[in-house]
């Protein structure tokens, strides 16, 4: 079946400590995004990529890095500089779109929970 | 700066009901507007894609509206049923920057028997 992966579904950190997050797509999109979802509030987008070796950073990316040496992965890390890293983290991915923007249907994954310690 | 409101942020109605969910975004020049649902815990289903060049999109017993010139998009679900409880989360795309979505906070729909 297509579609995204993400792991793990929860994930503690210590303080100091960095943590990666995985986002793995089999959809064959070209470009994924990464989105932080804290209660109540609406979904903020961290960093995006629209191809391979190459990712743009989104509203809230400072405390987060990413990497995305295949087109199927793109792996979030939670930096130490993070200091509320509590939240739920959403990976989706998209399509090209047909017109002038490329940004169409946005296919999630199931998210990963992650607390601090 | 795009911002996106939804009213209200919690509904609860009995089945069968017909239901409207309101979306309302601050920057009419939009390329397009998503409404998604999201089960607790989970990630989130696009449910509808509008266009900006469109005013409605309709999948089943869902249908969504857009207008752009007041600012305002809604989602019409029809003969609700417990299998609607979720919520509703609405996105709209900048004209400027489509990778961009800006997400409203959602609303929390209850349907009971």
């Known amino acids: 079946d297509g579609g995204i992966t993400q792991s793990p579904k929860y994930l503690f950190r210590k303080e100091g400590q960095n943590v990666t997050l995985s986002c793995e797509q089999n959809?064959?999109?070209?470009?994924m995004y990464w989105y932080r979802q804290d209660p109540g509030q609406g979904l903020r987008l961290i960093y995006y990529?629209?191809?391979?070796?190459?990712?743009q950073k989104g509203d809230i990316a400072e405390g987060y890095s990413v990497s995305r040496e295949k087109k199927e992965s793109f792996p979030l890390t939670v930096t130490s500089a993070q200091k509320n890293p509590t939240a739920f983290y959403l990976c989706?991915?998209?399509?090209?779109?047909?017109?002038?923007?490329?940004?169409?249907?946005?296919?999630f994954g199931s998210g990963t929970q992650l607390s601090v310690l | 700066k795009q911002e996106v409101t939804q009213i209200p942020a919690a509904l609860s109605v009995p089945e069968g009901e017909n239901l409207v969910l309101n979306c309302s975004f601050t920057?009419?020049?939009?390329?397009?507007l998503q409404w998604f649902r999201q089960d607790p815990g989970k990630g989130l289903t696009s449910l509808l894609l509008?266009?900006?060049?469109?005013r409605e999109q309709t999948s089943g017993r869902l249908n969504a509206s857009l207008d752009k010139s007041s600012g305002r998009s809604t989602l019409y679900i029809a003969a609700s049923q417990p299998g609607d409880s979720a919520t509703y989360l609405c996105?709209?795309?900048?004209?400027?920057?489509?990778?961009?979505?800006?997400f409203g906070t959602g609303t929390r729909l209850q349907v009971f028997p």
């Open positions: 989706a991915s998209s399509p090209p779109g047909t017109g002038a923007g490329t940004h169409e249907k946005l296919f």
């Open positions: 959809l064959n999109h070209d470009a």
């Open positions: 990529s629209q191809i391979v070796n190459d990712f």
């Open positions: 920057d009419s020049a939009i390329y397009n």
């Open positions: 509008i266009q900006s060049s469109q």
């Open positions: 996105a709209a795309a900048g004209s400027y920057n489509t990778d961009k979505l800006i």
